[in-house]
Nanobody, 123 residues
Framework: QVQLVESGGGSVQAGGSLRLSCAAS????????MGWFRQAPGKEREFVAA????????YYTDSVKGRFTISRDNAKNTVYLRMNSLKPEDTAVYYC????????????????WGQGTQVTVSS
């Protein structure tokens, strides 16, 4: 059974940083595309970042480019999202997701999801 467990969320002031982690189990982690999505109150879930099996292939939504960095440690079955220069509009529940296939930003194509971790950025 695939399980994804996020951690690292919290409350920070604008301009601050957080690092989210997602520990995966029950899957061949190193063949999965891993993604981070977020959902703010009253809004649809949106793509944030994704990483292929190799750390050299990463994708970001425009609003986080230059501020967020996705990475993975295949030996630890863990994917990370480093978030710098956080803005109030980054406030959302952040979800980790796994996809057995190439990158997409479409949440419907991901096979497994974590429970989410709250990130709150105050101005």
């Amino acid at each position: 059974q695939v399980q994804l467990v996020e951690s690292g969320g919290g409350s920070v002031q604008a301009g601050g940083s957080l690092r989210l982690s997602c520990a995966a189990s029950g899957l061949l982690f190193n063949i999965y595309t891993m993604g981070w999505f977020r959902q703010a109150p009253g809004k649809e879930r949106e793509f944030v970042a994704a990483i292929g099996w190799s750390n050299s292939i990463t994708y970001y939504t425009d609003s986080v480019k230059g501020r967020f960095t996705i990475s993975r440690d295949n030996a630890k079955n863990t994917v990370y999202l480093r978030m710098n220069s956080l803005k109030p509009e980054d406030t959302a529940v952040y979800y980790c997701a796994a996809r057995k296939g190439p990158y997409t930003s479409d949440a419907r194509t991901y096979d497994a999801w974590g429970q989410g971790t709250q990130v709150t950025v105050s101005s």
